[in-house]
């Protein structure tokens, strides 16, 4: 028993250490920066930072509630026809990163863009077709990218929550809206939370859309500081800004998150779905079709007609492929370390439940609250300052990858964790499993659904990953993402639109896979 | 089966790992400049010596900060740059090797740096494209004439973030004061409202749609246009072109061998392809740059060097000025 647990803190404190690099490099060179270089940055950037990247998270997080909230409510209270097929078309603008949401409404909206045809069609050449090189440009094109989680989290918290209290408030004379604004949406408060917590996380790291866009949010800044002007420490003390900024949006998120237990803890009848009348169903059709329209159908119909071209111009050569395999190793490989390297911390938290397992937790998920540049800043120059051999090699890609998406591995095993009482592993033990058959045959297969979830989300996010990449990568190591930046920069459309198209691609089997397992579950 | 299917995944990531390790000996070029450009040069110059080039694309400026943070550890053996700004930063931060005179001696030392640790190799000008459909910005001679009032709503400019821009207003820097080139861009700001263009080609496809009636722009995007659509209303204008009038802005593109570089010889090879009269005329045609190199043709229909007036500052001071010119633009707070 003691050696587990000695095995166990031994590894999950190396985990940790591993994911605090970037933290360290962050509080050793913005410990730089002097006093009078601290207030120049305070006056001269933070105050146009803050404002640009709060009103930004704001109406993300506003934009995401709308969609999310209305879509998830609609589908899981209503029965009507294709009802499944509209869950699928909530989650699929997962499989579409940020900057490409970001490089095709560009595009689309330019006076020469579908959008932009259609505007001047209806409202004459006079008047300027809208840009996105704004706030709301920006705060538009993270909504739809990022409102998917806030829908997951929504309609599972759903689909468990308890219906006997909504119909008690309506035998105690409430109308339906009463019920919504009243019984039901507050008991959505955690997943709500939760989700939002997830879409604000994303605004604030956000490179690519931001970048695109022109954006000056701090990530973006911080890239430009570093890159631009090569001001290391100006730009490690703008991260530690961030740091703080992200700290406190997951307490609050934590905050609301506890009150969850209070809801979810008794017996949940079983929900039935009301069947929508005809009416209803248009309209629930036209609400959702309006969301699928802009934040799935018209973005791959725009790559898959510049596919057909890059198809009919011999552009998909083999060195596209190379890519592709490029893509799904680099994927594949950062998404089976990251599940192996955050068991030990899931585990170590589920057998002491105290205070140094619960800042472990935290302490792996700093990958969450750095941006993507910094991150790979502060493994390079790890890198090149102890373990110089193996620099320029993919595997300080992988960490790199590792580090940064260990968070979402970290909670996709938290959760199933939870299920794991020592009992079940006690019992393991006395029957007379040695430590390791006790962790094969009765550890993994509890937390087997973690394990896939924490794989699958690590699998998603790597094969998207641009800023880390951009800057880590092998020599010659092109991934889909860096060539889609690539292109996208150049304007060759016709060849950042397959790199697009197979990403989403990619990215389908295995959310088919997390999904399947996640209805199976909830039935 | 699941087991079988799990093992795999192991084994693939292990695998993946093992590849990255291994990689062959070639020659690796960090290029911030478009692949459709470097790739014929590179075709030809692999054709000619047999050596194999790895392209490493990104932006000429994070590949700087690249080859920087990397420092011997880097396996870059050529950087090359859009722009003579990263090229000079490069030199003054020490990252490059200073190449032997000899082999680079046929471009115009102007076009160099002052200890040969790099090369200009194209080089292109920011010139105007006014539309021929109105006459509304007939009047402008100057780029300083683009602060205009009358040019209200009328302009098109890059965002600020462009290499290109930010060496052009380095120029107007060091040809005039400070003060001038301040008020310039604040003109310019009101005149743009808050809406810049992300990319040149577009400010010309906005004068030859009659969006806009002028742009601030590198010659040879007005020339790419041309090619798609020949009878495109748009013409070139050199600006700054009077008496005491300060000439039009020029920029290089060139290349540095990588300080730390093992394959030197080859870089060397590379560089001296790249200068060679074949080398020069790909430059020239490719993109419609001015080759650096005297006597080399530049492409159909661009105007020639010899007439018309270029603004007499060193391409170094594109990099050793850079700073400066970032914090002019950011205190004036161009979009």
Same mark, same amino acid.
């Given at each position: 028993?003691?050696?587990?647990?000695?095995?166990?803190?031994?590894?999950?404190?190396?985990?940790v250490?591993?994911?605090?690099?970037?933290?360290?490099?962050?509080?050793?060179?913005?410990?730089?920066l002097?006093?009078?270089?601290?207030?120049?940055?305070?006056?001269?950037?933070?105050?146009?930072?803050l404002?640009?990247?709060?009103t930004?998270?704001?109406?993300?997080?506003?934009?995401?509630f709308?969609?999310?909230v209305?879509?998830?409510?609609?589908?899981?209270?209503r029965e009507?026809?294709?009802?499944?097929?509209?869950?699928?078309l909530?989650?699929?603008?997962?499989?579409?990163?940020t900057y490409?949401?970001?490089?095709?409404?560009?595009?689309?909206?330019?006076?020469?863009?579908?959008?932009?045809?259609?505007?001047?069609?209806?409202?004459?050449?006079?008047?300027?077709?809208?840009?996105?090189?704004?706030v709301?440009?920006?705060?538009?094109?993270?909504?739809?990218?990022?409102?998917s989680y806030v829908?997951?989290?929504v309609?599972?918290?759903?689909?468990?929550?308890?219906?006997?209290?909504?119909?008690?408030?309506?035998?105690?004379?409430?109308n339906?809206?009463?019920?919504?604004?009243?019984?039901?949406?507050?008991?959505?408060?955690?997943?709500?939370?939760?989700?939002?917590?997830?879409?604000?996380?994303?605004?604030?790291?956000?490179?690519?859309?931001?970048?695109?866009?022109?954006?000056?949010t701090?990530?973006?800044?911080?890239?430009?500081?570093?890159?631009?002007?090569?001001?290391l420490?100006?730009a490690?003390?703008?991260?530690?800004?961030?740091?703080l900024?992200?700290l406190?949006?997951l307490?609050?998120?934590?905050?609301?998150?506890?009150?969850?237990?209070?809801?979810?803890?008794?017996?949940?009848?079983?929900?039935?779905?009301r069947?929508?009348?005809?009416?209803?169903?248009?309209?629930?059709?036209?609400?959702?079709?309006?969301?699928?329209?802009f934040a799935?159908?018209?973005p791959?119909?725009?790559?898959?007609?510049?596919?057909?071209?890059?198809?009919?111009?011999?552009?998909?050569?083999?060195?596209?492929?190379?890519y592709?395999k490029?893509?799904?190793?680099?994927?594949v490989?950062?998404?089976t370390?990251?599940?192996?390297?955050?068991?030990?911390?899931?585990?170590?938290h589920?057998r002491?439940?105290?205070?140094?397992?619960?800042?472990?937790?935290?302490?792996?998920?700093?990958?969450?609250?750095?941006p993507?540049?910094v991150?790979?800043?502060?493994?390079?120059s790890?890198?090149?300052?102890?373990?110089?051999?193996?620099?320029?090699?993919?595997?300080?890609?992988?960490?790199?990858?590792l580090?940064?998406?260990?968070?979402?591995?970290?909670?996709?095993?938290?959760?199933?964790?939870?299920?794991?009482?020592?009992?079940?592993?006690?019992?393991?033990?006395?029957?007379?499993?040695?430590?390791?058959?006790?962790?094969?045959?009765?550890?993994?297969?509890?937390?087997?659904t973690?394990?896939?979830?924490?794989?699958?989300?690590?699998?998603?996010?790597?094969?998207?990953?641009?800023?880390?990449?951009?800057?880590l990568?092998?020599?010659?190591?092109?991934?889909?993402?860096?060539?889609?930046?690539?292109?996208?920069?150049?304007?060759m459309?016709e060849?950042?639109?397959p790199?697009?198209?197979?990403?989403?691609?990619?990215?389908?089997?295995?959310?088919?896979?997390?999904?399947?397992q996640?209805?199976?579950?909830?039935? | 089966?699941?087991?079988?299917?799990i093992?795999?995944?192991?084994m693939?990531?292990?695998l993946?790992?093992?590849?990255?390790? &291994?990689? *062959?000996e070639? /020659? @690796? +070029?960090?290029?911030?400049?478009?692949d459709?450009?470097?790739?014929?040069? !590179?075709?030809?110059?692999t054709?000619k010596t047999?050596?194999k080039?790895?392209?490493?694309?990104?932006?000429?400026?994070?590949?700087?900060?690249?080859?920087k943070?990397?420092?011997?550890r880097?396996?870059?053996?050529?950087?090359?740059?859009?722009?003579a700004?990263?090229?000079?930063?490069?030199?003054?931060?020490?990252?490059?090797?200073?190449?032997k005179?000899?082999?680079?001696?046929?471009?115009?030392?102007?076009?160099r740096?002052?200890?040969?640790?790099?090369?200009?190799?194209? &080089?292109? *000008?920011?010139? /105007? @494209? +006014?539309s021929?459909?109105d006459?509304?910005?007939?009047f402008v001679?100057? !780029?300083?004439?683009?602060?205009?009032?009358?040019?209200?709503?009328?302009?098109?400019?890059?965002?600020?973030?462009n290499?290109?821009?930010?060496?052009?207003?380095t120029?107007?820097m060091?040809?005039?004061?400070?003060?001038?080139v301040?008020?310039?861009?604040a003109?310019?700001?009101s005149n743009v409202?808050?809406?810049?263009?992300?990319?040149?080609?577009?400010?010309?496809?906005?004068?030859?749609?009659?969006?806009?009636?002028?742009g601030?722009?590198n010659?040879?995007?007005?020339f790419?246009?041309?090619?798609?659509?020949?009878?495109?209303?748009?013409?070139?204008?050199?600006?700054?072109q009077?008496?005491?009038?300060m000439?039009?802005?020029?920029?290089?593109?060139?290349?540095?061998?990588?300080?730390?570089?093992k394959?030197?010889?080859?870089?060397?090879?590379?560089?001296?392809?790249?200068v060679?009269?074949a080398?020069?005329?790909?430059?020239?045609?490719?993109?419609?740059?001015?080759?650096?190199?005297?006597?080399?043709?530049t492409a159909?229909?661009?105007p020639?060097?010899?007439?018309y007036?270029v603004?007499?500052?060193p391409?170094?001071?594109?990099?050793?000025?850079?700073?400066?010119?970032?914090?002019?633009?950011?205190?004036?707070?161009?979009p």
């Amino acid at each position: 028993m003691v050696k587990i647990l000695s095995t166990r803190s031994v590894l999950s404190t190396s985990v940790v250490l591993l994911a605090s690099i970037p933290l360290i490099y962050v509080l050793i060179n913005s410990g730089q920066l002097s006093i009078p270089q601290w207030s120049n940055l305070w006056s001269a950037r933070l105050p146009g930072l803050l404002w640009n990247t709060l009103t930004l998270a704001i109406l993300v997080a506003i934009g995401s509630f709308v969609l999310g909230v209305s879509s998830a409510w609609l589908i899981t209270r209503r029965e009507f026809i294709g009802r499944r097929v509209a869950t699928w078309l909530m989650i699929l603008p997962l499989t579409i990163p940020t900057y490409v949401f970001a490089h095709i409404y560009t595009s689309l909206t330019e006076s020469s863009g579908w959008l932009g045809q259609l505007w001047t069609m209806i409202f004459g050449p006079e008047i300027q077709n809208p840009e996105l090189y704004n706030v709301f440009g920006v705060a538009f094109v993270l909504s739809i990218a990022g409102f998917s989680y806030v829908f997951l989290l929504v309609s599972d918290a759903l689909t468990r929550s308890r219906v006997d209290i909504e119909e008690a408030a309506r035998l105690h004379g409430l109308n339906s809206r009463q019920v919504f604004w009243r019984i039901s949406l507050p008991m959505l408060r955690p997943a709500i939370a939760a989700g939002l917590a997830l879409v604000v996380l994303h605004v604030l790291s956000d490179f690519g859309a931001v970048s695109m866009l022109r954006y000056q949010t701090f990530t973006l800044s911080i890239y430009l500081q570093m890159s631009g002007r090569f001001d290391l420490q100006a730009a490690a003390g703008l991260s530690l800004v961030l740091v703080l900024l992200s700290l406190t949006f997951l307490i609050l998120e934590r905050f609301f998150r506890d009150r969850q237990r209070y809801y979810s803890a008794a017996q949940a009848q079983r929900m039935k779905r009301r069947p929508a009348s005809k009416t209803e169903m248009v309209l629930i059709w036209s609400w959702l079709g309006g969301i699928t329209l802009f934040a799935f159908a018209l973005p791959v119909t725009w790559m898959l007609a510049w596919s057909w071209e890059a198809w009919q111009l011999d552009l998909i050569t083999e060195e596209f492929w190379g890519y592709v395999k490029n893509s799904i190793s680099i994927s594949v490989a950062a998404a089976t370390f990251a599940t192996i390297a955050a068991l030990p911390v899931a585990l170590f938290h589920a057998r002491l439940r105290n205070k140094i397992s619960q800042s472990y937790l935290h302490m792996a998920s700093i990958g969450f609250v750095l941006p993507g540049p910094v991150i790979a800043l502060g493994i390079l120059s790890f890198v090149l300052s102890t373990l110089p051999f193996i620099y320029g090699t993919i595997i300080v890609l992988v960490l790199a990858m590792l580090i940064r998406f260990l968070p979402l591995a970290v909670q996709a095993q938290e959760a199933s964790v939870q299920q794991l009482s020592p009992s079940i592993e006690e019992a393991g033990r006395s029957l007379g499993a040695s430590p390791w058959e006790n962790l094969r045959r009765v550890t993994i297969p509890v937390l087997r659904t973690g394990l896939v979830s924490a794989w699958v989300l690590v699998f998603i996010d790597t094969l998207k990953e641009l800023p880390a990449t951009l800057l880590l990568r092998p020599t010659g190591f092109d991934t889909l993402p860096v060539r889609i930046w690539i292109e996208a920069s150049e304007e060759m459309l016709e060849l950042a639109a397959p790199a697009a198209l197979m990403l989403m691609l990619g990215t389908l089997p295995v959310l088919w896979f997390l999904m399947r397992q996640h209805d199976a579950s909830t039935r | 089966m699941k087991r079988g299917i799990i093992s795999l995944i192991i084994m693939w990531s292990m695998l993946a790992v093992q590849i990255g390790v &291994a990689q *062959a000996e070639e /020659l @690796v +070029v960090y290029s911030g400049r478009s692949d459709k450009f470097v790739k014929p040069v !590179v075709k030809a110059f692999t054709e000619k010596t047999d050596i194999k080039v790895t392209l490493h694309a990104g932006s000429s400026t994070a590949l700087l900060n690249k080859l920087k943070l990397e420092g011997k550890r880097s396996r870059a053996d050529l950087y090359i740059s859009n722009d003579a700004g990263n090229l000079q930063k490069g030199a003054d931060l020490g990252l490059f090797k200073p190449m032997k005179d000899d082999l680079i001696k046929v471009i115009p030392a102007n076009y160099r740096a002052k200890d040969n640790s790099w090369v200009g190799l194209s &080089a292109r *000008a920011r010139v /105007l @494209v +006014v539309s021929t459909k109105d006459n509304s910005a007939d009047f402008v001679k100057s !780029v300083f004439d683009l602060a205009d009032p009358r040019l209200k709503g009328k302009l098109g400019i890059t965002h600020s973030g462009n290499e290109s821009y930010i060496a052009g207003v380095t120029v107007y820097m060091r040809a005039n004061d400070d003060k001038k080139v301040k008020d310039w861009l604040a003109g310019m700001k009101s005149n743009v409202n808050g809406s810049v263009f992300n990319k040149h080609s577009k400010i010309v496809k906005a004068v030859a749609s009659g969006k806009k009636s002028i742009g601030l722009v590198n010659h040879y995007y007005v020339f790419r246009h041309l090619d798609k659509k020949p009878d495109a209303p748009i013409k070139i204008v050199m600006p700054d072109q009077s008496n005491d009038g300060m000439g039009v802005a020029w920029n290089v593109a060139g290349a540095a061998i990588a300080k730390q570089s093992k394959n030197s010889a080859a870089a060397e090879k590379f560089i001296a392809f790249m200068v060679s009269e074949a080398g020069q005329k790909l430059f020239a045609e490719v993109n419609r740059e001015y080759p650096t190199r005297d006597g080399i043709p530049t492409a159909k229909n661009v105007p020639a060097r010899s007439s018309y007036k270029v603004a007499d500052v060193p391409m170094r001071d594109l990099g050793t000025y850079r700073n400066a010119t970032l914090d002019v633009i950011e205190a004036v707070g161009m979009p």
